[in-house]
Structure formats: structure tokens, C-alpha cells
């Protein structure tokens, strides 16, 4: 694996002035992330010739920042919950903690058996940062075994997404870059160079992705220029070019994104099937949804479909209880069922291509209601005037219109209501920008830079919203406060 990287780099610190590393060295992120050699290809041992149907599952791990530490020091919710064990649900900080960890047992233990398994691993850096910061090394040791140790590399797979678990269409352009580049830096410093060389897909928090078209081609685009190769997205977020249901799920499709004055880009997107995710994850549904499938073609080459989930890794009874024994079920039923095989997403995108297949004659889609505002502004003759004019006119004429996006979860508005977290935030946001965008490249290896940047991409954590009003809108205000008062100095 050693040939992904362009050049070799000092280690990073994981921890500077006890915060976490999410800026300063760029140049070495960048150049590191934009290798385009094969990560899976030399490994591994799946022969897609003979394989009808292929099957992937994605954990989500996280845990917020909250000042809620000694004199309201920014501390982890899972060390809150270890404090604090008779308030609510935090009887569980224990058993989060193992999940957290768990994987560094379990796929050491069924390679040692002879399966072949395969996990993909979605960590956001608030709960990276908490392990380190309530002492919890021991989770951080067991997950760099299945990340640093090329026995088990061919099993895992890491995710990139947003450092503090911000839901894109609602965070401020500028800083969705910010957050995939300090998960770069953050991730890079725990587990080394190589291990970031080999992070190439994308996993956005909450399966949100944004159909403001300026949002959305932002954000790919940042994407593209942090290296990322591929992005998993949820199936009804997404629509054909002509606004209709994906044909083709089990597909890879090429998300086209096209902003307001008429330029687009493009990235590949698995497509994540609807449905309850943990209880399909805890059950190992795609494995068996899996087993029901058949090859089918793309441009003329033969492949085998991919069913594709993600779920909560810590959450809920079935994640908790039932998940580790399908999960070991599933692979040793699988070493005997050579027709369907577990892959990792860019393990499969590599064998696909290697076997004929090439990313722009992928299927195509589009955020969903995008088609609306490209009926009546021609992509031609797009200008920032007209497509606000568009929207303006569908948000009035049709009541389920929005520019909000589309998550995993349709019944919950990451905007409505929620004035008092979204204006601070937005605030925060522009203080940030309107201080550091104008001074030298080098600023971001200055603690005041790094300070700032922290309380930045933390206000902007789901969690301030998801939980509702009370005590977590609470933590954002006072996010908010220390924030503001770091940049005014």
C-alpha cells in the first residue's frame, strides 16, 4: 500500500495545545489524498466474473461536543453519559464505548476463522476527539489494528465525511470544505499517511445531501478536490435527470451536480436502499436482499449489482444486541455462497472498472426536485438571478417543494424552527471568514486559527438541532458565545 503515497511525511501530532489537529498542513493532506492508484485492487480476492450479486454495509459512528466538562469545558456526550449514568438512556456509555471498538475484534477474529468480511467504518471527528479526550486510547488502539495492520486492510474500509457531523445543505458554503479537509488532518494524525492515501469515499452525516444546486455542486466539488473518488447517498435524495425514481438501485450512478451559472460536475454515488437502517444493518439485510439479485450490464459490460446500506454502529437495541451475532452469522454463511460475495464500495467500484466499466457511462441523477428548477431556467443560459427566481416561484406555487435537502429521515426539518441555533451559526461562520480568509496560507498553523476553527465546525454539529429546543439549542448558544469571543480578541 506503501506505492499510494506520493512521498512519506513526518507524523502528525494528534493533539496540539490539547485540540485536535484539523489544519496547518495542507499541502502534505493534499498531496497525499490525490493519489489515484488502486487501494483494493492488489488485495483483493473477489473473482467478479463469477459473482451474480455483491452486498455492503457501513457503520455510523458519533458523538457531539458539548461544553458540559468542568467549568463547562468542551467535552464528548459519551464522557457525559459515563458521568452522568442515571439521566435517560447513559445506562449504555459502556456498551457505545464497545461498539465503538468492537470492529478491531471481530474481523481479526473471522479472518483467523477463513471468512472474507468486509465493514466500511464512518467516525465523525467530534467522537474521535472525545475517545482521545476521555481517555479512551484503548478504543482508538483496537480500530488502528483493522486500519494500519495490512493483514486486515483488505476488510476495512474508512468513510470521510463532515469533522463535526454537520449536515451540509445547512452549513455555510465556505466551511464544507473546512470540515472534509479537518477530518483529513484529524484522521491523518491518528492513523498515519497511508491509512488517509486509502480513503476514497464519502459518507455524509445524515445522508443529507443538499439540492440547492449552488450547495450541492459546492460540495461535490469539494469532494473531487479532496480527493474523494465516490459518495453514498440516499436513494430517495436523489431522481433522474427527468425527475423520476432511480430505475437502477443496485447500480453506481454518476451524480450530476449543476449550479446557477450553468457549470456542472460530477462524482460517482452508491446508492443507499431505503428502509429502517439499523434494524437492516443489525440484520445484515443486504447480504440476503443480496442473494435475490443478478448481474446486470452497464455499457456493455457484464457486473454484478451492489446492495448497499449504512446504519448507526452504536444505536438501539438491535445495533447493541443482535447486530455482533448476524454480523459473524452472515460471514460464514457467506465463505460457502460463492455467488454473493461482500465488497467495500471502492473496492467494488475498482474491480467494476478493471473489468470494463467507466464512470460516465454510469446511469445519471440529480438531486431530487432539481428537474423543477431545470424546466423552466435553461442550464444554458443559467444565471444566479434566474434560478433564485425559479426556486421563488416553486416554493410558492408547490407546497412540497424545498431547497432543504433530503436525509435519511424525511419527517425532520434541519432548518424550521431553528432560528436561535441557524443565525449564531451563521454568525460565527462569517466572524470566522471575515478574520482568517484574508490573511496568509501559514495562519492555519496558528492556535487562534486553529481555536476558532474548532468552535466553528462544532456550533455547526446536527446534534444542536436533531435533539430539538432545551438544553442542546443551549449548548450551541453558549458554542456560539465562546466563538465569538475567541474572534473579537
Partial sequence: ?????????????????????????????????????????????VKLESVKATFAIALHMHQPTIPAGTNGALISNLQQMFEHPYDGDNHNAGTFAWCYSRMGDFIPELVAQGCNPRVMLDYSGNLLWGLRQMGRGDVLDNLKRVTCDRTYQPYVEWLGTMWGHAVVPSTPIPDIKLHIQAWQHHFAAIFGWE?????????PPEMHLPNHPDTLFAFIQALKDCGYRWLMVQEHSVETLTGQPLENRHLPHRLIARNSHGETVSITALIKTQGSDTKLVGQMQPYYEAKTLSRQTIAGVSIPPIVTQIGDGENGGVMMNEFPSAFMRTWHEAANNPDVVGV????????????????????????IAQHLIWQRVDPAAATPELVEGAITELTQTQPSFHMDGASWTNSLSWVKGYENVLTPMNQLSALFHQKFDSQPPEITQSANYRQALLYNLVLQTSCFRYWGQGAWTDYAQEIYRRGQELLKE
Avoid: W
Fill in 1 to 45: 500500500m506503501a506505492s499510494l503515497l506520493p512521498s512519506s511525511f513526518a507524523p502528525l501530532l494528534e493533539l496540539i495545545d490539547d485540540l485536535p489537529n484539523l489544519s496547518g498542513h495542507e499541502s502534505e493532506v493534499q498531496s497525499t489524498i490525490q493519489s489515484d492508484a488502486a487501494v483494493f485492487l492488489p488485495t483483493t480476492t
Fill in 195 to 203: 491509512a488517509l492515501a486509502r480513503v476514497k469515499g464519502f459518507s
Fill in 344 to 367: 467495500n464500495g471502492t473496492e467494488y467500484l475498482e474491480l467494476i472498472e478493471a473489468a470494463g466499466c467507466n464512470a460516465e457511462t454510469y446511469p445519471t441523477c440529480q438531486a
